[in-house]
């Protein structure tokens, strides 16, 4: 007996792993496009002589993609389902990614990058929702937190691209061409994904979820039962994506705004994104040892105090040093709210919830880039802009602590 529970138990934890590997490769091609925007953003700048605001609209354009695509795909999964779903979007944005690489002028590749957008959307939401419906309560936050860990190896690997081939010229066309058509690799994956990753099980196991009509989904966000939780999530989202993406997308030109030179702008953004990575594994550890609203509330306070001391600093040492930090804090907390969304619904309406939170986030992220563009046209300097978003961040904590709920190691409906 003792062997056949020991055999089991096995063979969980290499469908949880492999699980985790297929989704998590997936999610890290979709940071990878994310982190590599920030860097196209700083050589476009120069190569096609883009103004603050232009600069501004190329991130907020894709978030508004991310938020339509976010929407759109949170419903279709609840219908449809997680696999299927997770896929689509990752062809979406891999193949649209390599088209922008040979677009020449400014409104075609915003368009294309509204395009990328809703394929990242689409794709986060829905698979954190297929892992958490696929792993045991009681490690479901770490795995979560985990799969979100990946997004820290995807930026790091945008800024290996970056640094080594968006300045060089070796390549017969712009670096930072070269760099998109990179980006589109993860389309042949979705075929090894299609072959490999299995649909929630709990989602297969109701059929009936399928039956539940689009309005239905969008109304049940808002019963009385869960009205509470998605003013939180909603709030909470909108003040994470805007600061975050106000501040990620322009890391490299605030460092050249303080006087660095590209290349030596993207090393040092390099150094600051290895911090993700134990930020993430402290919150994966604290998440399911302490609790949900510990980390976001903890990491998010972090986060708020880092950003103000990088936008005020003007040593490097002092950049450095608060660039690690609003990386370990920021990412660590991102990794919280991806477990901590999924947990708030029944899975009837789980992909709506959580589509919809993150379509609400990506709002705020439409505005961040916008923000920071007109700021900076107006004569305002980082270190205001940067005050701005650690009030914002500090607003979604008191969402968490006022209106949040515990959700470590509580049975999915």
């Known amino acids: 007996m003792d062997n056949k529970l020991l055999q089991s138990k096995k063979t969980r934890t290499i469908s949880r792993n492999k699980l985790l590997g297929v989704a998590g490769v997936g999610w890290l091609f979709d940071a990878m496009d994310v982190g590599i925007l920030s860097f196209i953003i700083a050589a476009l700048a120069v190569d096609w002589g883009l103004s603050s605001n232009e600069m501004g609209w190329i991130g907020s354009v894709n978030s508004i993609g991310m938020a339509v695509g976010a929407f759109l795909f949170g419903l279709m999964a609840d219908k449809i389902g997680r696999k299927t779903i997770f896929i689509v979007t990752l062809l979406v944005f891999s193949i649209a990614s390599g088209i922008s690489a040979f677009t020449t002028t400014l409104a075609a590749f915003l368009i294309l990058r509204f395009i990328i957008g809703m394929g990242l959307g689409g794709e986060l939401p829905v698979a954190s929702t297929l892992v958490s419906e696929s792993v045991p309560a009681k490690e479901r936050g770490r795995v979560v937190v985990l799969l979100e860990s990946f997004w820290a190896f995807g930026w790091l690997l945008a800024a290996i691209i970056a640094y080594f081939v968006i300045p060089s010229d070796i390549w017969p066309i712009a670096g930072w061409r070269v760099a998109l058509i990179i980006t589109a690799i993860p389309a042949l994956y979705a075929v090894f994904i299609r072959l490999h990753l299995p649909d929630s099980p709990q989602f297969a196991a109701k059929p009936e979820a399928k039956k539940r009509t689009i309005f239905q989904n969008i109304s049940g966000v808002w019963s009385?039962?869960?009205?509470?939780?998605?003013?939180?999530?909603?709030?909470?989202?909108?003040?994470?994506?805007?600061?975050?993406?106000?501040?990620?997308?322009?890391?490299?030109?605030?460092?050249?705004?303080?006087?660095?030179?590209?290349?030596?702008?993207?090393?040092?953004?390099?150094?600051?994104?290895?911090?993700?990575?134990?930020?993430?594994f402290t919150a994966a550890w604290f998440v399911e040892k302490i609790g949900r609203k510990f980390v976001l509330v903890t990491y998010l306070l972090g986060t708020a105090a880092s950003a103000y001391v990088f936008g005020q600093a003007e040593s490097i040492t002092v950049l450095l040093i608060s660039g690690i930090l609003l990386s370990f804090f920021n990412l660590g907390a991102w990794g919280a709210l991806y477990a901590y969304t999924p947990e708030q619904y029944p899975l009837v309406i789980r992909g709506t919830g959580a589509g919809m939170a993150a379509a609400i986030g990506r709002i705020g992220g439409i505005f961040g880039p916008l923000l920071v563009g007109w700021l900076r046209t107006a004569g305002f300097d980082f270190g205001f802009i940067f005050a701005v978003f650690c009030i914002s961040i500090v607003i979604g904590v008191a969402a968490v602590v006022f209106l949040g709920k515990e959700t470590k190691q509580i049975e999915l409906e």
């Open 224 to 280: 009385k039962k869960y009205a509470k939780s998605t003013l939180m999530l909603w709030v909470l989202w909108f003040s994470v994506v805007f600061s975050y993406y106000g501040m990620f997308l322009w890391l490299p030109s605030v460092m050249v705004g303080k006087g660095f030179s590209l290349i030596s702008s993207f090393k040092y953004v390099l150094i600051m994104t290895l911090a993700q990575l134990p930020g993430y």
